[in-house]
Each structure stands twice: as structure tokens, then as C-alpha cells.
């Protein structure tokens, strides 16, 4: 168990020293960008995106109960622990937030966040709807991003070609993602994941125009 631990907290660290030393120079501090939406409607793919393009956006990686699907890898795309190890760090307040989803457990450990932003990164943080409602109510500073699939139709077809998961549970998520797309009002944002690029896009113009509100905006120029 010692050693899970120390495994996690070691992937968790953001960063090289080149990066954080180039954010520090831009005197500001990062923002915390919630993004949920009903599994399959590609909250994932969308953050891989802007994590590869978008200057100074980092992905905040969650530690989960649930075992690994194919081709998945414990660091990446999330952080795969025992029951034990998530008790653990519940008891220790170590998650910003945590929810059972799917009858499993999912958690967003606060020092990665912390650690992101304090360094002058945007964290992406890609949880469900109920993680999203506890950040809230917890009154956590961050802009709060809904993914919409185009139809019902797409986003069963999206998690039918998935097949990592076997009927009842692919139902299953399919009960959850009704109840997930009536709560899309209560976001900052929405964006309709038709085309990915598309999506994209749109992503990354909220999180440039967030780095512009007065009060977060660094200006370059001086008057002396």
C-alpha cells in the first residue's frame, strides 16, 4: 500500500523544471477548467487535444477503483488504485473532490491542482456530473464546461464501438447519461462534440478568453 502511494504521488508531480520556470514567467496564476458530459461523448479526446496544443494547459489525471480497460496505462489515463489506497486518501483529505460513479470510485488529488496552477498552468480537469456539483458546493474557483453529444443516437453508437464493456454496463451508462444531460444548464459553457476538431476549437477559445478577464489578465507593457 506504502508503495501505491508513493507510486501515485510521484506521477502526479506536473512538469519539468523548463516548464514551470516559463509559466512562472508569465506572472499568473492557472485556472482549474471542470469539463463533464455522459460517458462516450469524448470529454477525454477533446483534453488530449488541448494538453498537445494549446500553450500552458496541463490535464489533471484522477485516481480511480475501477480496473484498467484495454490499452489504458496507470499514470496516463488515470491513476488505478486499491480500495485501500482511495480509503485512505478520503481519510486524509488528500482528494479536492471524490464520487462514486458507475459503482466505482473516482477522486481529483488537490495536490496535482495546487501544484498546476500555482506554476501558471490551466489544469483540465474531466470529471462526471456529480464530481462537478461537489466542486461547486465546495465554492472552488473554476470555470465548469459541458460536453453535449449531436444526438442520442451518436452517443449510443459511441459507446457501442467502444466495446470495453459488456451490455449491462454499457445500459447502465446510458441510464446515467439521461440524467447527465438535463443537469448541462447548471455549466458556464456547453459544447456540442460533433466534429472533434470543431469541438476543439471552441474549447480552446473559452480557456484564451478566461486568460483575458480583467482580474486574471498579466499585461505586458509598462508605463515607467
Partial sequence: MAQEHASVHAAARI???????????????????????????????????????APNVKGSISCTTRAPRPGERDGR???????????????TGAFLEW??????????????????????????????????????????????IFILPPSWATLEARLQQRGSEDEEIRRRRLRV?????????????????????TAAEALRAIILAERQRIGRFVPTFSDR
Avoid: W
Fill in 77 to 91: 489515463e488515470y491513476f488505478f488504485v486499491s480500495p485501500e489506497t482511495f480509503d485512505g486518501y478520503v481519510a
Fill in 177 to 197: 447519461a439521461r440524467q447527465e444531460l438535463r443537469q448541462y444548464t447548471a455549466y458556464d459553457y456547453a459544447i456540442t462534440n460533433d466534429q472533434l476538431d
Fill in 15 to 53: 512538469g519539468g523544471e523548463s516548464d514551470t520556470a516559463r509559466c512562472n514567467s508569465q506572472l499568473r496564476k492557472g485556472m482549474l477548467f471542470v469539463i463533464s458530459g455522459p460517458s462516450g461523448v469524448g470529454k477525454t479526446s477533446l483534453c488530449n487535444c488541448m494538453t498537445a496544443t
Fill in 99 to 144: 464520487a462514486l460513479v458507475h459503482e466505482e470510485r473516482y477522486g481529483t488529488l488537490r495536490s496535482q491542482v495546487e501544484a498546476g496552477t500555482a506554476a501558471g498552468f490551466d489544469m483540465l480537469l474531466t470529471i462526471d456530473v456529480q464530481g462537478a456539483e461537489n466542486l461547486r458546493a465546495a465554492m472552488i474557483e473554476a470555470r465548469y
